[in-house]
């Protein structure tokens, strides 16, 4: 339930790739939003951290792994884009962060979910974990 109106809100989800990964292995995470009948939530970008198996942060430039990866965000039945995101792109700005042109709009029970595809040639070199926030906030329509 909003507390105000609009609410910030961060949904982050967590995928892993392992040395047994091939190119074209994809991890999908459901996000469950919680929101009400009569509230939306409005996504308006997403920003992409790339961890090792310690927990520490890895650089584009320091890792040719954290490259080789696609991004789509799927809400209700349509994919939001309807083509995958480079994530390479992404993770290569200064501020890690894609802001959308127009807010991504996930409606009461819709389900919300994040997809990343390894697009390396061949398996990641070690295991890595990219981390996805999205940056949304959820707002209760006024009917």
């Known amino acids: 339930m909003v507390n105000q109106n609009p609410q910030p809100e961060f949904y982050t989800t967590r995928h892993s790739f392992t040395t047994a990964d091939t190119n074209g292995s994809v991890n999908t995470v459901q996000i469950y939003t919680n929101q009400s009948f009569n509230e939306e939530v409005r996504i308006y970008g997403l920003m992409v951290t790339a961890v090792d198996v310690n927990g520490n942060e890895l650089n584009y430039a320091g890792s040719a792994d954290v490259r080789n990866f696609d991004i789509s965000i799927q809400a209700g039945?349509?994919?939001i884009p309807?083509?995958?995101m480079d994530g390479g792109r992404i993770i290569r700005a200064e501020d890690r962060t894609l802001a959308f042109s127009s807010p991504v709009l996930v409606l009461h029970r819709q389900p919300l979910q994040v997809s990343?595809?390894?697009?390396g040639g061949s398996a990641p070199s070690a295991n890595l974990t990219f981390v996805v926030t999205l940056i949304s906030e959820m707002y209760i329509r006024e009917e």
């Open 82 to 84: 309807s083509t995958a």
């Open 77 to 79: 039945p349509n994919r």
């Open 116 to 119: 990343l595809e390894w697009t």
